[in-house]
């Protein structure tokens, strides 16, 4: 079938280049990226390629078909089924991307982004990068402009991230700057100072002192922690700590919604949990947040709790 030409019809100019922002907009060119879904809700990554075929068990269909035309159409292969061609949200491309290890899935991501209130411009530190999800994220809010510094102590992973990263936006972003290393130790070194924080990893507490010395006065560190005992023992290594705000932790549950004429109820399956979040604020150097007035819980801090103690007064 010969490719159908997009009518240039009142179309936005494509996204700058300068924006970083790993989205194009206008014809499907050569290398992108796209999504196909089929009626039944399967999907494929597919990279465009004039005279490339996609194969699968309804048959095949040109990747000449695709090139030139607006996404968001249906395109039907030689054994009669139906895929959904669009190009891949930020969201999608972080679920189906390669991993090296398990990824911040995308309802964390937002959270993070704006509970973490990472803006544009700013300097944020993470580790580890993992896949690099976050990653993707954290460069799309602080933008060209600000500065993602990613630790990472497995070079395997650091590889997977650096491909997920550059596959996503289109090239090397230039606020991005990935570290081969250990945080608690390589960000020291480093001597770079930071707004945001953000630990995805085993035991963040081991990374603490070096978050507290990065961070600058009223910066956030974040942890992503995905068991109660990594909760418990973070939130009470800030405490001790002392040159953090009282920590704040929770977590968020999102369930899709069935909703079909009168059939309208919450859908049967949903991602019960995926992990905390705890954050809390830098004090100022020398400064330290007011003394808790409550009492803890009787019996928090009793003879089978283990874990590091805030001092009586605290
Ligand atoms: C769950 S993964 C991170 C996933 C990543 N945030 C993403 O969204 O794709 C945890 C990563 O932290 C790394 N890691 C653990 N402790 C670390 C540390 N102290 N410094 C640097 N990397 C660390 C591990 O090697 C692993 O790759």
């Known amino acids: 079938m010969v490719p159908r030409m997009s009518e240039p019809t009142d179309q936005l100019p494509d996204v700058s280049n300068e924006a970083w922002s790993g989205v194009r907009r206008g014809p499907l060119r050569e290398g992108e990226w796209v999504r196909l879904v089929d009626s039944k809700g399967r999907r494929h990554n597919i990279c465009l390629e004039a005279g490339k075929r996609f194969f699968s068990n309804r048959g095949h269909f040109e990747h000449d078909e695709l090139l030139g035309r607006e996404e968001g159409f249906t395109v039907t292969s030689s054994a009669g089924g139906e895929y ?8 999608e491309f972080v679920v189906s991307m390669p991993r ?3 990824v911040v899935y995308p ?4 959270q993070i982004v704006a509970m973490v209130d990472v803006f544009p411009g700013a300097h944020v530190v993470e580790a580890g990068v993992g896949s ?4 993707c994220s954290l460069l799309r809010a602080v933008g060209p402009q600000g500065r993602v510094s990613s630790y990472e102590r497995r070079e395997e992973f650091a590889d997977v991230a650096r491909q997920n990263v550059t596959q996503f936006f289109g090239g090397d972003h230039p606020a991005w700057n990935l570290t081969l290393g250990d945080l608690a130790e390589a960000l020291p070194e480093s001597g770079e100072r930071c707004d945001r924080i953000i630990l995805d990893m085993l ?15 009223g910066g956030i ?4 922690v995905a068991t109660t005992t990594q909760l418990s023992r973070f939130v009470e290594t800030v405490r001790v700590h002392g040159g953090f705000t009282e920590p704040q932790a929770w977590e968020s549950l999102v369930r899709d919604w069935h909703v079909e004429g009168l059939a309208v109820r919450p859908g049967h399956k949903m991602i019960g949990h995926t992990a905390f979040l705890v954050t809390a604020r830098r004090m100022a150097p020398g400064q ?14 009793g003879e089978d709790y283990t874990g590091p103690r805030p001092s009586p007064q605290s």
Do not use: I, M, Q
């Open 221 to 224: 560190v974040c942890a992503y």
């Open 132 to 135: 690099g999800a976050l990653t």
């Open 288 to 301: 330290k947040p007011p003394l808790k007035r409550r009492r803890p819980a009787p019996g928090a801090y």
């Open 100 to 102: 090296g290890a398990a």
């Open 107 to 110: 309802k964390d991501a937002a």
């Open 203 to 217: 035991a963040p507490w081991e990374c603490l002192d070096a978050a507290a010395t990065a961070l600058l006065p």
């Open 84 to 91: 959904l061609v669009f190009r891949p949200l930020l969201s």
